[in-house]
Structure formats: structure tokens, C-alpha cells
């Protein structure tokens, strides 16, 4: 669905409702428990982090991801922003070499495989030629190693207090900067000449689309473990294959989906490997 509000919107318009409209949901839903305070105080007593998980996520991890779609298809993209499992599987093996089970390196080598077969298959008569943008291929990559560094300290975060006023609090910090680019590009004055059924669009991307699967991911990592919820996250990017060949006529290719195996067989090897003291977290991306 973004790939087609990208049609009448630039990335960073459509960065600016998905965050903001994802901050409002939660907000809405906090406000209906009578949890309103607990944004308060977050955002009192943990400035600073929030700070950081807003930028992580809504600003860097959601503006990276967003723009990535404007040049990849959108089953490539959905593929490369949801690796951040295997980020995050590779930072535990960078940090604690000699002490990390030989399930999580074999893990992170099949999902670098899936990763090449993505990068380089979607011409299948070129196989092994960069035939995808490189600045989409760096952009949706940089989306999942933000998001692994979100996973990371946000766990911490969501331990302490409710997650979802957590999610709320911090995205402030992705709204604010994004709505600065979007004024100071010029591009705010364009969306009062959006048609009815591309403001449809941005309501389902921004609620339906960011918002719901933040409140469904924060609501599981406080019930079930990380591994547990990562089983969900591995059918995303099917779906998204599957709707992008339905709705925007993408080519579903033999590359891409080996890689799309490999990426989904290397991060449920990573989930399953004997745990460090740092999870290996699960992403919620869409």
C-alpha cells in the first residue's frame, strides 16, 4: 500500500503521516485505558531515551524503509527491511566471539546468502549484476540495522514501563523531524490537492498499515519471548511479495524467492540457536 501512496507522495510526506498517524493511534488507545500519564512520564523521566528510540525508529529506521520503496519494487524492499533479526544476530556475534553457538553464525550465513540471492537475482538473465538502484539497496539495509538497534534498546526500554506508551512518547521524536523536512522542502503545501482516495491510502498505511502492528508488537513482547514473535514476522515478506505481484503487477522471480527462503530459514536459525544474555529480537516490520 505505501508503494502506491508513493504514486501522488514524495518519501518524506508519507514518512510524515505514518509516523504521525501511528503515534495517534497508540495515543488514542492509551487515552481510552486512562493511560494518558504514562506518555507524561516517559517523557519526563526518560527524555533521552526516548530521544533515541524515536530517532531509531520513526525517524531513521521509517524514513529509510519509506524512501527505499521509492526505488525498489516493493517485494525487494520488504525483503531487505526485514532482516534486522539477522542484524541483530551478527552484533551478538561480533560482541561475544569464542561464546556464541555455531547455530547463530550458521543462522546469519544462510540469511547473507538469501540477502545476495535478492540483491543480485532480480534479473534472472544477469544473475550476479547489480540490476537494483544501489542507494534503495543501501537505504532499506540501513532501515533494518536501525530497527535492530531499536529492538535492542527498546526491550530494555518496554521492560521498565508500559511499551505502548513507550512507542507513543518516543514518537515524538520521529514526527517532529520529519514534519521540519516536510515544511522546509516545500512539500507541505502539495497535500491539500491530494485527491479523496489517496488520503484513504495514507489513513490505512499510517493506522492500519504502522500503527496497529506497533500496538500487536509491543502487546506480544509482553506475553510471548522475542523468538516466539518472530515466528509471525517471517510471513511478512510473502505477503508482501504476494500483494505486490496482485496489486502493483511486481515479477515474483526464482532469485527472489530462494533469497526470501534463505532469508526467512537464516533468522528462524538465529531464533531457535542457544540464547547470550541479549535476545535476539523480532522485528514488526511492514
Known amino acids: ?7 501522488e507522495l514524495s518519501p ?9 498517524l501511528a503515534g495517534l493511534t497508540l495515543a488514542v488507545i492509551l487515552g481510552m485505558r486512562g493511560q494518558m500519564r504514562e506518555i507524561q512520564y516517559e517523557l519526563r523521566s526518560r527524555l533521552g531515551t526516548m530521544a533515541v528510540l524515536g530517532l531509531l525508529s520513526f525517524f531513521l529506521s521509517s524514513g529509510s524503509s519509506t524512501t527505499a520503496l521509492a526505488f525498489l519494487p516493493a517485494s525487494v524492499t520488504s525483503l531487505l527491511t526485514n532482516v534486522s533479526p539477522l542484524f541483530v544476530a551478527l552484533s ?20 547473507l546468502i538469501g540477502l545476495v540471492l535478492v540483491i543480485f537475482g532480480e534479473s534472472p538473465t544477469s544473475f550476479g549484476t547489480l540490476v537494483l538502484n544501489p542507494l534503495g539497496v543501501g537505504l532499506a539495509l540501513m532501515s533494518s540495522a536501525t530497527w535492530a538497534a531499536y ?3 527498546g526491550q530494555r526500554a518496554m521492560r521498565k514501563s508500559n511499551p505502548q506508551a513507550v512507542v507513543v512518547a518516543s514518537s515524538l521524536f520521529g514526527t517532529i523531524p520529519w514534519l521540519l523536512i516536510t515544511v ?7 497535500l491539500s490537492h491530494l485527491p479523496f ?18 500496538l500487536l508488537w509491543t502487546a506480544a513482547l509482553t506475553r510471548l519471548s522475542a523468538a516466539t514473535v518472530a515466528v509471525f514476522q517471517y510471513t511478512v515478506p510473502f505477503w508482501a511479495i504476494i500483494f505486490a505481484a ?5 515479477s515474483i522471480t526464482l532469485p527472489l524467492v530462494l533469497g526470501g527462503l534463505g532469508i526467512v530459514a537464516g533468522i528462524a536459525i538465529t531464533q531457535r540457536a542457544p540464547k547470550l544474555p541479549e535476545k535476539v529480537g523480532a522485528s514488526s516490520r511492514t
Do not use: D, N
Open 246 to 250: 496482485v496489486l502493483l503487477g511486481e
Open 92 to 111: 551478538l556475534i561480533l560482541l561475544h566471539r569464542g561464546r556464541v553457538h555455531l547455530g547463530m553464525i550458521s543462522g546469519v550465513l544462510v540469511g
Open 197 to 214: 482516495s489517496e488520503w484513504l491510502l495514507i489513513l490505512y498505511v499510517g493506522i492500519v498499515g504502522t500503527g496497529i502492528p506497533y
Open 1 to 7: 500500500m505505501s508503494k502506491l501512496a508513493l504514486r
Open 12 to 20: 518524506f510526506q508519507l514518512t510524515l503521516f505514518r509516523v504521525l
Open 184 to 190: 522546509f522542502s516545500g512539500a507541505l503545501p502539495g
Open 151 to 153: 529492538i535492542v534498546l
